[in-house]
């Protein structure tokens, strides 16, 4: 399954298949980007992050992907879980932890049995 | 794993009154935040601070809020006089280096009435 973050904020997979979430950033300047998952009642935890410098990077069971020139992140997900259900909120960020990062709206990833 | 405690969970105030919340960062990280989420929206930083200063702020970030390290383990975030828009889940958060790889805390829900 695909999703749009900002234009379609929930996205239903069965389980096992493979997720994409889709985020469109705003700032061109932006160096720094990241994936955040968000479960009920708890704050936003770490997934994968991406320099500026890079497009793509993987970590175990997710992959991020960057295209700069059209301002698009995407976050892919293998063979989905149940435990993968959760918000996910794409962030940028640039010139360094001070400046605050830019979260987007988020999209709901919904795992069917 | 180390993590980043905030409390109370859930705080309920009236209107025009002072509230202060509280974290406790993790304890070698030297950078602290403060982040807020009004329900069904996005994540919005607020203030970033380090050595005992503020080093970035957001416009949300105004001169009814401060935020103050007591002591060598706790950061707090008050508001003077709340307004009914301030209501809003709130998220510390702490990192070691002036990076974004920061962890986030669980978040106190306020509650204005």
């Known amino acids: 399954g695909e999703s749009v973050g900002l234009h379609l904020p929930t996205l239903s997979v069965q389980e096992g298949d493979n997720s994409i979430i889709n985020c469109a950033y705003s700032?061109?300047?932006?160096?720094?980007f990241i994936w955040y998952k968000q479960e009920s009642g708890k704050g936003p935890q770490f997934i994968i992050d991406i320099r500026s410098n890079m497009d793509k990077r993987q970590g175990q069971r997710v992959t991020v992907l960057l295209n700069k020139t059209v301002k698009h992140l995407s976050l892919q997900i293998a063979a989905t879980q149940p435990g993968d259900s959760a918000v996910y909120f794409c962030a940028e960020g640039f010139g360094g932890g001070a400046d605050g990062l830019t979260f987007g709206k988020g999209t709901h990833l919904i795992i069917q049995p | 794993e180390p993590e980043v405690t905030q409390t109370p969970s859930h705080q309920v105030t009236q209107m025009g009154q002072e509230v202060i919340l509280r974290c406790v960062p993790i304890?070698?990280?030297?950078?602290f935040y403060w982040y807020r989420q009004i329900l069904g929206q996005k994540v919005e930083f607020l203030v970033s601070f380090y050595n005992n200063e503020i080093s970035e702020k957001s416009e949300i970030f105004d001169d009814q809020f401060s935020v103050e390290r007591p002591d060598g383990s706790n950061f707090t975030l008050k508001i003077r006089s709340t307004k009914l828009e301030d209501s809003a889940m709130y998220f510390c958060a702490s990192s070691r280096d002036q990076t974004y790889g920061y962890t986030f805390g669980s978040g106190t829900r306020l509650t204005v009435v």
């Open positions: 304890s070698n990280h030297l950078y």
């Open positions: 700032n061109s300047a932006s160096d720094y």
